[in-house]
T-cell receptor, first 112, second 115 residues
Framework: GNSVTQMEGPVTLSEEAFLTINCTYT??????LFWYVQYPGEGLQLLLK?????DKGSNKGFEATYRKETTSFHLEKGSVQVSDSAVYFC???????????FGAGTILRVKS | NAGVMQNPRHLVRRRGQEARLRCSPM?????VYWYRQLPEEGLKFMVY????????ESGMPKERFSAEFPKEGPSILRIQQVVRGDSAAYFC?????????????FGPGTRLTVL
């Protein structure tokens, strides 16, 4: 079946450090890929998305590139802030499907 | 435009009781999805509904769980005879009927605790 694997956390960084959160997927077909962020006590917010191979999604300084050859969608940010502390979820949705398939989530903690 | 609303935000039930979770989608959205997040796990799809129809319930447990999205009013996720393993955060998401169908907008969730 379709699945998403994320690097385990928590990831702890100092402010202004470079961030990478790895995400790989397994899917039969051509999924759309998403990163969602969940701040404490809140629901998920869409951070960025990419709908086809080589697309780059970007938002708020975060970027991720849809790599079909490596089935990956790694999240990066050049300089993290304390306010980026949250749980980050990688997810996929199949071309003709409706449900999102999520990874387990990665906790990010940024220290000042 | 108000976001997806869920209530209650926190719900405590004793084993054997019923839990009713409500979700009001964003205005103009007629597609509703329910997901469950067990402690320290990702979200798992439960059910997808349109007004008065269940489209995909492949993620719903076979017993005790049911969902509806009536013509009027919120979508309801109902759990009968709750057990401790039902303790989780339940998230509702909605999407519009046409266009942008790839994005689902999530509510803040209902955190169910079964004592």
């Amino acid at each position: 079946g379709n699945s998403v694997t994320q690097m385990e956390g928590p990831v702890t960084l100092s402010e202004e450090a470079f961030l990478t959160i790895n995400c790989t997927y397994t899917a039969t077909g051509y999924p759309s890929l998403f990163w969602y962020v969940q701040y404490p006590g809140e629901g998920l917010q869409l951070l960025l998305k990419a709908t086809k191979a080589d697309d780059k999604g970007s938002n708020k300084g975060f970027e991720a590139t849809y790599r079909k050859e490596t089935t990956s969608f790694h999240l990066e940010k050049g300089s993290v802030q304390v306010s980026d502390s949250a749980v980050y979820f990688c997810a996929l949705r199949m071309e003709y499907g409706n449900k999102l398939v999520f990874g387990a989530g990665t906790i990010l903690r940024v220290k000042s | 435009n108000a976001g997806v609303m869920q209530n209650p935000r926190h719900l405590v039930r004793r084993r054997g009781q019923e839990a009713r979770l409500r979700c009001s989608p964003m205005k103009g959205h007629s597609h509703v999805y329910w997901y469950r997040q067990l402690p320290e796990e990702g979200l798992k799809f439960m059910v997808y509904l349109q007004k008065e129809n269940i489209i995909d319930e492949s993620g719903m447990p076979k017993e005790r769980f049911s969902a509806e999205f009536p013509k009027e009013g919120p979508s309801i996720l109902r759990i009968q005879q709750v057990v401790r393993g039902d303790s989780a955060a339940y998230f509702c998401a909605s999407s519009p009927q046409v266009s942008s169908y790839n994005e689902q907008f999530f509510g803040p969730g209902t955190r169910l605790t079964v004592l």
